[in-house]
T-cell receptor, first 114, second 116 residues
Framework: EPEVTQTPSHQVTQMGQEVILRCVPI?????FYWYRQILGQKVEFLVS????????KSEIFDDQFSVERPDGSNFTLKIRSTKLEDSAMYFC????????????FGPGTRLTVL | AQSVTQPDIHITVSEGASLELRCNYS??????LFWYVQSPGQGLQLLLK??????LVQGIKGFEAEFKRSQSSFNLRKPSVHWSDAAEYFC??????????????FGKGTHLIIQP
């Protein structure tokens, strides 16, 4: 069964550095999402992406964040200048169609900002 | 805006006993409700979902959940738990507009511990 994959599984970076988190969705997915989970807290929606543009974003998704799907397969989340509070687990998700279709999640990337 | 409350942070159940995990939601219209499970080091796996129709929905691994509109609840149940059910369980609500790209709102999760 195809799965959503994410790389790296764990990334450690210094405050102020740029990081790029990568996701490979299932091939027939058209809608893509990023969520984050700060340790001990709930999973929070960051952004949704469809037809090569952002569909919806939360208040968390400020100008430090950007997403793109540069080559039609990878879906990336970039944090331009990381802060300590960006330390979290970041999950990518995708789904085939809109409406009530299920979102399938990847295993996550643990980002640690020092 | 929608919200989800999972009132139990931790639940301990003996292996073979029944299980109920509570979930309450707040949403102005008909919600789309989900239960996901997260094992250590793993992603979020969908257990079951409710969109419409029969308010008792069956999922994978022997789980079921019942949507009760009057109580704004979507509690997850299993008649007999197995040690492998130990995990973090998340309830989520979706609000689907015409575009269909809306994100999910999650509860804080319930950590399930299974005693031998």
């Amino acid at each position: 069964e195809p799965e959503v994959t994410q790389t790296p599984s764990h990334q450690v970076t210094q405050m102020g550095q740029e990081v790029i988190l990568r996701c490979v969705p299932i091939s027939n997915h058209l809608y893509f999402y990023w969520y984050r989970q700060i340790l001990g807290q709930k999973v929070e929606f960051l952004v949704s992406f469809y037809n090569n543009e952002i569909s919806e974003k939360s208040e968390i998704f400020d100008d430090q964040f950007s997403v793109e799907r540069p080559d039609g397969s990878n879906f990336t989340l970039k944090i331009r200048s990381t802060k300590l509070e960006d330390s979290a687990m970041y999950f990518c998700a995708g789904r085939t169609s809109g409406g009530t279709d299920t979102q399938y999640f990847g295993p996550g990337t643990r980002l640690t900002v020092l | 805006a929608q919200s989800v409350t999972q009132p139990d942070i931790h639940i301990t159940v003996s292996e073979g006993a029944s299980l109920e995990l509570r979930c309450n939601y707040s949403y102005g219209a008909t919600p789309y409700l989900f239960w996901y499970v997260q094992s250590p080091g793993q992603g979020l796996q969908l257990l079951l979902k409710y969109f419409s129709g029969d308010t008792l929905v069956q999922g994978i691994k022997g789980f079921e959940a019942e949507f009760k509109r009057s109580q704004s609840s979507f509690n997850l149940r299993k008649p007999s738990v197995h040690w492998s059910d130990a995990a973090e369980y998340f309830c989520a609500v979706g609000a689907y507009s015409g575009g269909g790209a809306d994100g999910l709102t999650f509860g804080k999760g319930t950590h399930l511990i299974i005693q031998p």
